[in-house]
């Protein structure tokens, strides 16, 4: 089993940055992928970024050039740095991690992007 616990959602105006973090916890050594997913009411999961444990990336088009993602294996953690957000990336953040033949969920933690 791995753990996943989000921090660092929050409210912020248009233009602004958020940090949000993701702690590991459990059989770490397993996970073979993380990422980050975002839900509004009535749509969706999706996609905003991944990363592997070596470390390549990956990310949303709606996202590119804004949101950085990174991992430390020696910490257990996740984050992902969220610049010059938008109203349109006010939504449920939820950190996943993939092992083999499981997939693993966050609780979710909330951002909003108003003025």
């Known amino acids: 089993q791995v753990q996943l616990v989000e921090s660092g959602g929050g409210l912020v105006q248009p233009g602004g940055s958020l940090r949000l973090s993701c702690a590991a916890s459990g059989r770490v050594f397993s996970i073979i992928v993380m990422g980050w997913y975002r839900q509004t009411p009535g749509k969706q999961r999706e996609l905003v970024a991944t990363?592997?444990?070596?470390?390549?990336?990956n990310y949303a088009d709606s996202v590119k050039g804004r949101f950085t993602i990174s991992r430390s294996s020696a910490e257990n953690t996740m984050n992902l740095q969220m610049n010059s957000l938008k109203p349109e990336d006010t939504a449920v953040y939820y950190c996943?991690?993939?092992?083999?033949?499981?997939?693993?969920w966050g609780q979710g933690t909330q951002v909003t992007v108003s003025s």
């Open positions: 996943n991690a993939l092992s083999t033949g499981f997939n693993y």
């Open positions: 990363i592997t444990s070596g470390g390549n990336t």
